[in-house]
């Protein structure tokens, strides 16, 4: 059970617009700690795709945007294309006594129909 | 080209111990913090070890607390993870991954990942 909670699935068609929701609580997301997200390809390492909430790094499509709102945070991929069929994890930071520690989202299956 | 690399994965007995290392490249080691992170088959990511740029601040999750040791050498531009008293649940790709230090860092770089397997 991950403390932060991804859909397993969505799917869209090509051009379309789809959304993936990373919903925490007020010790993660509610906290303040900002939200990252990383895309995943089969058979690959995981790749920094959004980060501070709504960044992209050098190289990232402008297709991919990242929100952050209260407890929850959401990824937006518009102009869907074949190559984004692809695992997205969100990531943020959870307390602890001993400090804040890492925390991942379940991950969601992107499919491109 | 920014990489890191690991290695010393491999198959090992219930209750044995492996040494993951990680070499990096093409960045300032020195100066970002580093992670491991773990996903077993067919599974999502799990953070397990943090080391800040010094050595100064060390972080493990409750699972591997007391059998995992997370080190590194800033000289030789590595990071190693000691793994002891390995169980079958510890079966996974092990990635290093790097952040700036931050309070609410990312990861990157990420390395392409080691496979350990537990197993008898």
């Known amino acids: 059970q991950s403390v932060l909670t991804q859909p397993p699935s969505v799917s869209g068609a090509p051009g379309q617009r789809v959304t993936i929701s990373c919903t925490g609580s007020?010790?993660?997301?509610?906290?303040?700690?900002?939200v990252h997200w990383y895309q995943q390809l089969p058979g690959t390492a995981p790749k920094l795709l959004i980060y501070?909430?709504?960044n992209r790094p050098s190289g990232v499509p402008d297709r991919f945007s990242g929100s952050k709102s209260g407890t929850s945070a959401s990824l937006a991929i518009t102009g869907l294309q074949a190559e984004d069929e692809a695992f997205y994890y969100c990531q943020s930071y959870d307390n602890s006594l001993t400090g804040p520690y890492v925390v991942f989202g379940g991950g969601t299956k992107l499919t491109v129909l | 080209e920014v990489q890191l690399v690991e290695s010393g994965g491999g198959l090992v007995q219930p209750g044995g111990s492996l040494r993951l290392s990680c070499a990096a490249s093409?960045?300032?080691?020195?100066?970002?913090?580093m992670n491991w992170v773990r996903q077993a088959p067919g599974k999502g990511l799990e953070w397990i070890s943090y080391?800040?740029?010094?050595?100064?601040?060390?972080y493990y999750t409750d699972s591997v607390k007391g059998r995992f040791t997370i080190s590194r050498d800033n000289v030789k531009k590595s990071l190693y993870l000691q793994m002891n008293s390995l169980r079958a649940e510890d079966t996974a790709l092990y990635y290093c991954?790097?952040?700036?230090?931050?309070?609410?860092?990312?990861?990157?770089?990420w390395g392409q990942g080691t496979l350990v397997t537990v197993s008898s």
């Open positions: 501070g909430n709504d």
């Open positions: 991954a790097g952040d700036l230090g931050y309070s609410s860092s990312w990861f990157d770089p």
């Open positions: 093409g960045f300032t080691f020195s100066t970002y913090s």
């Open positions: 007020s010790s993660n997301i509610g906290a303040g700690y900002d």
């Open positions: 080391i800040s740029s010094s050595s100064r601040i060390i």
